[in-house]
């Protein structure tokens, strides 16, 4: 099994949200060619770039890194009070 590299993980997640490589460059201040060098594996993301990244593309810092979910932040819910057990139970 091949794993995605960052790049190609930028170039999907962008492509979701229909932005264009001029437009995430314009949003992270950036120029469409640092954007695309991501994307073809030539460079990185300067890391103070990727929360910022990772928010546009609606993921986690760690998810844009690795391509994994964080599986506990799906299953952690916070229920409304009437819900909740009473901590004598």
């Known amino acids: 099994m091949e ?3 960052l790049g190609r993980r930028i170039a999907q997640l962008r492509k979701e949200k ?3 490589q001029d437009d995430l460059a314009q949003m992270l201040d ?3 060619q640092a954007v ?3 994307e073809n594996d030539q460079t990185c993301p300067d ?3 990727l929360p910022k990244l990772a928010k546009l593309l609606g993921v ?3 998810e844009l ?3 994994k979910k964080n599986e506990l932040a799906e299953t952690v819910k916070v229920l409304p009070p ?3 057990k009473d901590i004598k139970d």
């Open 3 to 5: 794993t995605m590299t």
């Open 18 to 20: 229909e932005l264009k």
């Open 30 to 32: 950036v120029s469409a």
């Open 36 to 38: 695309s060098k991501w």
């Open 47 to 49: 890391i103070s770039l």
């Open 60 to 62: 986690s810092v760690d």
């Open 65 to 67: 890194h690795s391509g």
């Open 82 to 84: 009437e819900e909740r």
